[in-house]
């Protein structure tokens, strides 16, 4: 039976980012792993359905309840998930940057682990024309063999079919498309349930769900900020359906205050782990009759942004505090070792929200305050770079912005002295603290940087605004 007619309702606003770049193991695992998937290796499909009883949905594998301690990992480093109690990750399409889809699905099984793996399908906003009956046939004929080459995978957990289809679409007949293709997984496979990953939710997304991809067997929800709201969103709408998360974690930046220049004011790693933790307990442990599943993003490491916005993990595979947070969520216990938190950082004895003004050339102290719940001693590190002139939607691929070297004072220091860069323009201080035990903490301060006339001009108009206010 499916549960996929979608209802039309009120209007739930939800974004989402995609794609991930890939985070390396790191220390601190607990002393035993999952067991294993049996079967892996094999052509032994694990059945899973969506049942209701007693009015509650509830996510059967092999007739078992399965409760999903999900994340999202592209090339991320699916061990560590299993090492901190996680035992099933999302992806974005069957294979990855690194490893075929059926690498990944037997890299799970033998960490006993389970994928929802994601069939990735064309986007109207990078071209693809769903007028084009020839090229939605061959997008069928792609995801049948997709599907046929993975269906009876022992680590498959379920089918996601597109990620943000709907993200600045106007054609609607994306949604025939993602109906016929879970029709063909139904035909061709009768062991795992449908999805697709929307990238908002409204009134008339929600009436063309219903007309046109009735045969979805669950709808996934992808927020960030809104998240606490769900909830709310979803009594007033009297939605009664099973759903996933499927990506869920810290605050869009699209979501936060921005400068004058507009930069977005980014969290520091401390703020995001209590996000984390408020979210989960509020948006989805709070409602267990419909929430089957979710997938935590992001596990692993990318640049959006900024290279911290969204990963869970630095770039070396060091662990940041919302690690800690999941492994609380998914253990019952905080890890033996925990990451450094950040109490503040400061930029010309100012923090990020009061939009700090420098002159070209001009040295200032920056500082950051740290503690660790280990009393473990900090190491530091700062970085100065450009601030991203990305303009990307949907978490689509993003240049590094360049590093500029040679302006810090004191790198390994709690309290450092910045020289300004000699060109005006927008820039970012970043500070990584590390404990020497694979965690760290991290915040950072964009900055604008002006010649020294306009510098002195500037601060006085911020400060007489803010008076004004």
Same mark, same amino acid.
């Given at each position: 039976?499916?549960?996929?007619?979608?209802?039309?309702?009120?209007?739930?606003? #939800?974004?989402?980012?995609?794609?991930?770049?890939?985070?390396?193991?790191?220390?601190?695992?607990?002393?035993?792993?999952?067991?294993?998937?049996?079967?892996?290796?094999?052509?032994?499909?694990?059945?899973?359905?969506?049942?209701?009883?007693?009015?509650?949905?509830?996510?059967?594998?092999?007739?078992?309840?399965?409760?999903?301690?999900?994340?999202? !990992?592209?090339?991320?480093?699916?061990?560590?998930?299993?090492?901190?109690?996680?035992?099933?990750?999302?992806?974005?399409?069957?294979?990855?940057?690194?490893?075929?889809?059926?690498?990944?699905?037997?890299?799970?099984?033998?960490?006993?682990?389970?994928?929802?793996?994601?069939?990735?399908?064309?986007?109207?906003?990078?071209?693809?024309?769903?007028?084009?009956?020839?090229?939605?046939?061959?997008?069928?004929?792609?995801?049948?063999?997709?599907?046929?080459?993975?269906?009876?995978?022992?680590?498959?957990?379920?089918? !996601?079919?597109?990620?943000?289809?709907?993200?600045?679409?106007?054609?609607?007949?994306?949604?025939?498309?993602?109906?016929?293709?879970?029709?063909?997984?139904?035909?061709?496979?009768?062991?795992?349930?449908?999805?697709?990953? #929307?990238?908002?939710?409204?009134?008339?997304?929600?009436?063309?769900?219903?007309?046109?991809?009735?045969?979805?067997? #669950?709808?996934?929800?992808?927020?960030?900020?809104?998240?606490?709201?769900?909830?709310?969103?979803?009594?007033?709408?009297?939605?009664?359906?099973?759903?996933?998360?499927?990506?869920?974690?810290?605050?869009?930046?699209?979501?936060?205050?921005?400068?004058?220049?507009?930069?977005? !004011?980014?969290?520091?790693?401390?703020?995001?782990?209590?996000?984390?933790?408020?979210?989960?307990?509020?948006?989805?442990?709070?409602?267990?009759?419909?929430?089957?599943?979710?997938?935590?993003?992001?596990?692993?490491?990318?640049?959006?942004?900024?290279?911290?916005?969204?990963? =869970?993990?630095?770039?070396?595979?060091?662990?940041?505090?919302?690690?800690?947070?999941?492994?609380?969520?998914?253990?019952?216990?905080?890890?033996?070792?925990?990451?450094?938190?950040?109490?503040? =950082?400061?930029?010309?004895?100012?923090?990020?929200?009061?939009?700090?003004?420098?002159?070209?050339?001009?040295?200032?102290?920056?500082?950051?305050?740290?503690?660790?719940?280990?009393?473990?001693?900090?190491?530091?590190?700062?970085?100065?770079?450009?601030?991203?002139?990305?303009?990307?939607?949907?978490?689509?691929?993003?240049?590094?912005?360049?590093?500029?070297?040679?302006?810090?004072?004191?790198?390994?220091?709690?309290?450092?002295?910045?020289?300004?860069?000699?060109?005006?323009?927008?820039?970012?201080?970043?500070?990584?603290?590390?404990?020497?035990?694979?965690?760290?903490?991290?915040?950072?301060?964009?900055?604008?940087?002006?010649?020294?006339?306009?510098?002195?001009?500037?601060?006085?108009?911020?400060?007489?605004?803010?008076?004004?206010?």
């Amino acid at each position: 039976m499916h549960y996929g007619k979608i209802a039309a309702a009120a209007s739930i606003l #939800l974004l989402c980012i995609s794609c991930s770049q890939g985070s390396q193991p790191a220390s601190n695992r607990p002393s035993s792993a999952p067991p294993r998937v049996s079967g892996a290796g094999n052509n032994a499909a694990v059945r899973v359905e969506i049942k209701e009883e007693e009015g509650r949905y509830v996510l059967l594998r092999g007739g078992q309840p399965y409760e999903i301690k999900g994340a999202g !990992i592209d090339s991320g480093d699916a061990g560590t998930l299993a090492a901190h109690g996680g035992n099933a990750f999302r992806t974005w399409g069957t294979d990855n940057a690194r490893a075929t889809g059926r690498q990944v699905l037997d890299e799970a099984a033998a960490l006993g682990l389970t994928v929802a793996m994601c069939i990735d399908i064309g986007r109207e906003r990078h071209g693809f024309d769903y007028d084009d009956e020839q090229a939605v046939a061959e997008q069928l004929a792609y995801a049948r063999g997709e599907v046929l080459k993975y269906k009876d995978h022992p680590a498959l957990l379920a089918w !996601i079919i597109g990620n943000e289809p709907n993200l600045d679409f106007k054609n609607p007949k994306v949604f025939d498309a993602i109906n016929d293709i879970s029709e063909m997984i139904h035909d061709v496979d009768g062991n795992h349930p449908t999805t697709t990953a #929307l990238a908002g939710f409204s009134e008339e997304l929600a009436g063309l769900l219903e007309r046109r991809a009735p045969d979805l067997d #669950l709808i996934s929800i992808q927020m960030y900020a809104e998240l606490v709201n769900l909830p709310r969103y979803i009594d007033a709408m009297s939605f009664d359906q099973p759903y996933f998360v499927t990506e869920w974690g810290t605050i869009g930046h699209w979501e936060v205050a921005t400068t004058p220049w507009g930069a977005a !004011i980014e969290q520091n790693s401390s703020e995001k782990a209590r996000h984390y933790l408020t979210s989960y307990e509020t948006a989805i442990a709070a409602n267990p009759e419909q929430v089957v599943g979710n997938f935590v993003f992001l596990w692993g490491q990318k640049q959006e942004r900024t290279p911290t916005w969204y990963g =869970m993990f630095l770039e070396d595979g060091t662990e940041t505090e919302t690690v800690d947070v999941m492994h609380y969520i998914w253990n019952g216990a905080w890890p033996d070792n925990r990451s450094p938190g950040i109490e503040s =950082m400061l930029l010309a004895s100012k923090p990020a929200s009061k939009n700090v003004v420098l002159a070209a050339g001009e040295k200032y102290e920056a500082s950051v305050k740290a503690v660790d719940p280990d009393g473990d001693a900090l190491d530091y590190r700062w970085v100065i770079m450009r601030e991203s002139a990305a303009t990307q939607t949907g978490g689509d691929r993003e240049e590094v912005p360049e590093t500029l070297p040679g302006l810090i004072e004191g790198t390994d220091r709690h309290s450092v002295v910045v020289t300004a860069p000699g060109q005006p323009g927008a820039y970012r201080l970043f500070v990584y603290v590390y404990d020497g035990k694979g965690h760290a903490g991290h915040a950072n301060i964009p900055f604008q940087v002006h010649r020294v006339d306009l510098a002195l001009n500037s601060a006085v108009q911020v400060r007489g605004l803010r008076r004004r206010d």
